[in-house]
């Protein structure tokens, strides 16, 4: 693995996580397969110009999933829905602690036998691991709310509405 340190950062497909850094020269490592890169700008940051990128404001990507999922707190984002890019954050976006993890790409969720409260996020086609100071059930519930997010903001999906009788209903 290589370590970079760079101004910028598109995510893309290849994006597994975003991870504030706590260092002087960078505000977030980004979690490749096969790297790490260390990126001046915050993980927030990242999230709102790919936004951009895929064609919404992360406000207006945000409100729309309140809207079809009321889930208004760590909420799920649909980075790029037409390019399968969508992450969860593990805290309030608005913390410093506050990971991006990006669901395509989770192999496994397991608890942190050493540590309570902590868990182990194992990626697929990769040997990366991270530990996060977020319980299994938060993370399991993260991976939930995205998945109906997915669902609903892929267009593969057919949502049947209820046909009101106006004889019965005026």
Avoid at 43 to 60: N, Q, R
Avoid at 120 to 133: N, R
Avoid at 140 to 168: A, E
Wanted: glycine share 4%; aromatic share 8%; charged share 20%.
């Amino acid at each position: 693995m290589t370590n970079n340190v760079v101004n910028d950062y598109e995510i893309s497909k290849n994006t597994m996580a975003l991870i504030p850094a706590f260092q002087f020269d960078c505000e977030t490592i980004v979690i490749e397969r096969d790297r790490r890169i260390h990126v001046k700008k915050t993980p927030l940051e990242l999230v709102k110009a790919a936004c951009l990128d895929g064609g919404s404001t992360y406000d207006g990507r945000r409100l729309a999933v309140i809207h079809q999922t009321g889930a208004s707190k760590k909420t799920p984002i649909p980075i790029n829905p037409l390019q399968d890019i969508y992450a969860f954050p593990t805290h309030s976006p608005l913390v410093h602690q506050c990971n991006w993890i990006f669901y395509h790409h989770v192999g496994s969720i397991d608890h942190d036998t050493s540590t309570p409260g902590k868990s182990i996020i194992t990626f697929k086609k990769s040997t990366q691991t991270l530990l996060l100071d977020t319980s299994e059930f938060t993370l399991n519930k993260q991976m939930h709310r995205t998945s109906y997010c997915i669902v609903l903001f892929s267009g593969r999906h057919t949502i049947s509405r209820p046909q009101w009788d106006n004889d019965l209903y005026g």
